[in-house]
């Protein structure tokens, strides 16, 4: 399925139009049930908000709610607007599937997204494939993707792509002679179902290209302290290190980095949880200049796509540069994008269909065109890798269009 164009202009024409974060909070439903009346597409959202990966969920709701207010006030979907119903699963399997299940048997959604924690989806996958509902998911585990699920969609670069193409992005440095020809790198993941996962795509692709893995650390989201982890890392004296950390655990890992003696000029790639411009700064002003992360989302505003998306932001109180926003944003124009193809009323069963032959680059949102087919669910198929730009203060593509390697996903 192409991309229309209706969908691109409504959400183009919608970026100019007055937004008031209050009025966004109340239309979308601020985590309760909205009142948009009958003929609303009703949308299902699940996404942690009182759990350990809140700090990276709060604002992909910021991007949701900012979406769907746009679309709205575009005129909606062909006369019929966006309803959300939202509910928090705290990153706790049961409460997930809790949360599910009143979606489809009490609301009878669409479609549900959100699921930005990797420890709810699993849980939730065999429901869904008995209700025949599509999860349009930003944390989902590589093992959900490769082989493909019928029901499992993502919406972000998956996780497992993401650190094969970190391993690329070294590979450029070794080219520049920016780094030894087999270099030493060290590695940490978080211990959830996306980390691990991250883990087994990453470990055999570093022995592929023949780099020298020295050290390999874990930790769970959201831990009190990353120093046992950041000290065995800084003693496997690496010239890389490979990252899979949230905002708020990355700085608190490179506080303990810079403790610990770690060489500010260091190579430092992270996954697109830690690409956020607040990220971004944070690091290098604790001194490492050499820090980038991976995103497939393009936030700086030089395209139709894009620049509706930092219009519909700003004007909704919002930061489109904060991690996260951009994603939940494009969750809400993939789903516009099948709903135009779908009609009003749109089953679950038929959205899933629809879904499943998807190609749009979200009118130059992404930075390559998000695929789905009946061979693979893993969405975006490039991403930038973002630095932070002291002379401008601001994040800025290190390099940008990198392809994702779909096999590794």
């Known amino acids: 399925m192409k991309s229309t164009s209706a969908g691109r202009r409504r959400l183009v ?38 759990g350990p990966v809140r700090t990276v969920s709060a604002p992909q709701l910021v991007g949701l709610k900012a979406a769907v207010r746009a679309v709205n006030d575009g005129g909606g979907v062909d006369g019929h607007k966006i309803e959300l119903v939202i509910r928090d699963d705290g990153s706790d399997a049961a409460k997930g599937v809790a949360a599910f299940r009143e979606l489809v048997d ?12 990797s ?26 993707l490769n082989p493909v699920n019928p029901v499992v969609f993502t919406t972000v670069a998956s996780i497992n792509a993401q650190g094969t193409a970190a391993v690329d992005y070294l590979k450029t440095l070794v080219d520049d002679g920016k780094l030894p ?18 883990k087994s795509a990453v470990e055999p692709y570093l022995k592929e290209v023949g780099f020298d893995l020295v050290a390999s650390e874990t ?48 190579p430092i790639v992270n996954y697109s949880f830690g690409s956020g411009a607040t990220a971004l700064e944070g690091v290098s002003k ?42 939940g944003y494009a969750q809400v124009q993939m789903i516009v994008d099948v709903l135009e193809k779908c009609g009003y009323p749109c089953s679950s069963d038929k959205f899933l269909d629809i879904v499943g032959d998807f190609d749009s680059d979200l009118g130059g949102l992404a930075f390559g065109p998000v695929k789905y087919d009946d ?20 994040a800025k593509p290190v390099k940008s269009g990198i392809p994702l390697a779909g096999p590794a996903s």
């Open 13 to 50: 024409a919608a970026g100019a139009l007055g937004l008031a974060m209050a009025t966004s909070l109340a239309a979308c439903g601020g985590g309760a049930d909205s009142a948009s009346g009958s003929g609303a597409f009703k949308i299902g959202v699940i996404v942690d908000q009182s």
């Open 106 to 117: 009490k609301y009878h959604v669409t479609t549900v997204t959100g699921f930005t924690s």
């Open 119 to 144: 420890a709810t989806i699993p849980g939730v996958v065999n429901f869904a494939e008995q209700s025949k509902v599509s999860m349009l998911a930003a944390g989902v585990p590589g093992d959900l």
């Open 181 to 198: 020809a087999n270099p030493k790198v060290a590695m940490f993941h978080y211990s959830s179902p996306a980390g691990e996962s991250w």
């Open 219 to 266: 930790a769970a989201v959201g831990a009190p302290s990353y120093s046992a982890a950041v000290e065995a890392i800084v003693a496997a004296k690496p010239d890389a290190v490979l990252l899979t950390a949230a905002e708020t655990d990355l700085i608190n890992m490179m506080k303990s980095a810079q403790a610990a003696g770690l060489d500010p000029k260091i």
């Open 286 to 327: 604790l001194g490492f200049t050499d820090y980038v992360a991976s995103t497939p989302f393009n936030s700086s505003g030089d395209n139709a796509g894009s620049k509706a998306y930092v219009d519909a932001i700003a004007k909704a109180g919002g930061n489109p540069n904060q991690v996260m926003v951009p994603e």
């Open 375 to 394: 061979k693979q669910h893993f969405g975006p198929t490039s991403v930038a890798f973002l630095g932070w730009d002291d002379a401008s203060s601001s």
